[in-house]
């Protein structure tokens, strides 16, 4: 299984507009990483970036040190980078069981394997119950659970969460955590959690990245990103309280 997946000097410009101006970040196996940012910063474009669905205009993604900046998605699927959306993106006229078992046809399991696996993925993150509701009626915080359910069939290296907490109340929030632990300690898999909630992404992270208009403007260990001012100025007038805290 491979050990790092990164960004090195990464650039995205669209049409004059730069998304990404050289960004160099590291996602290691086993770990959680976390970006964050506000509106506008550039995240979405680097979980594009690193997961075939946008070329970057300048820089390497690096692989185990091994260059994927040009495959296109699916070859960066097989190499072992999975990846949900901000919309769950789920097949809504087929059931959360389907959903999970067409991903373990696709990779070229059986029927039976592949619903074998799924079973087995649904009690693993503990939605079993949902196995047989049709994708499309599920609330929002049942899709993010299954889109990460589908993800994680693909058995990747890293997986990365674009806006998973999106929509939920602080309990599903620290569920959300916890199954995201449970991921890089039992699975092994180096997760990028990319968030809004500042907070989740502060007590969910081994390591946490900001990005600001496009560059990295801070890197560090949780604690060090509190305490840090520049990321406080790049959150003033919108997380930021009274005292210009980001939480
Ligand atoms: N396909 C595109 N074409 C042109 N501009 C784009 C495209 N995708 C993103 N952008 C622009 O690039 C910048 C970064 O967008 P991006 O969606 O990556 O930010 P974000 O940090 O994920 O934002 P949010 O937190 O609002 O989801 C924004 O100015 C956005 O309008």
């Known amino acids: 299984m491979a050990q790092t997946l990164s960004a090195d000097m ?31 910063a550039g995240k979405t474009t680097c979980v594009n970036v ?15 040190g091994r260059d994927i900046g040009g495959l296109p998605a699916h070859r960066v699927r097989q190499a072992g ?4 959306f901000q919309s769950g993106r789920l097949f809504a006229d087929l059931t959360v069981h389907e959903n999970l078992e067409v991903t373990g046809v696709g990779l070229g ?8 696996k799924a079973d087995a993925m649904l009690d693993w993150i503990g939605i079993s119950p949902l196995a047989d509701r049709l994708a499309g009626g599920l609330p929002y915080t049942d899709e993010r659970r299954v889109a990460i359910g589908r993800a994680l069939m ?30 890089t300690n039992e699975v092994k ?16 992270c081994h390591e946490i990245y900001v990005l600001d208009s496009g560059a990295i403007i801070e890197s560090g260990t949780p604690e060090a990103i509190k305490a840090s001012e520049k990321v406080r100025h790049a959150y003033m007038g919108t997380q930021a309280d009274e005292e210009g805290e980001i939480l």
Do not use: W, Y
């Not at 399991?109 to 074998?116: D, F, G, I």
């Not at 907490?165 to 991921?183: K, N, P, Q």
């Not at 909630?197 to 007590?203: D, K, P, W």
């Open 50 to 64: 690193l997961t075939g669905f946008q070329k970057p205009s300048a820089g390497r993604v690096l692989l185990d």
């Open 189 to 204: 898999c180096g997760v990028l959690l990319i968030e809004h909630n500042v907070g989740l992404v502060l007590s969910t």
């Open 154 to 183: 693909l058995e990747p290296a890293f997986l990365l969460l674009d806006e998973p907490a999106a929509g939920m109340s602080a309990e599903e929030a620290d569920d959300l955590s916890r199954l995201i632990h449970r991921i």
């Open 81 to 84: 980078i999975a990846r949900t």
């Open 10 to 40: 990464v650039s995205v410009a669209f049409e004059g507009l730069r998304a990404l101006s050289d960004v160099t970040l590291e996602i290691p196996a086993g770990r959680v990483t976390g970006l964050i940012g506000p509106n506008g």
């Open 109 to 116: 399991l059986s029927r039976r394997e592949s619903a074998r």
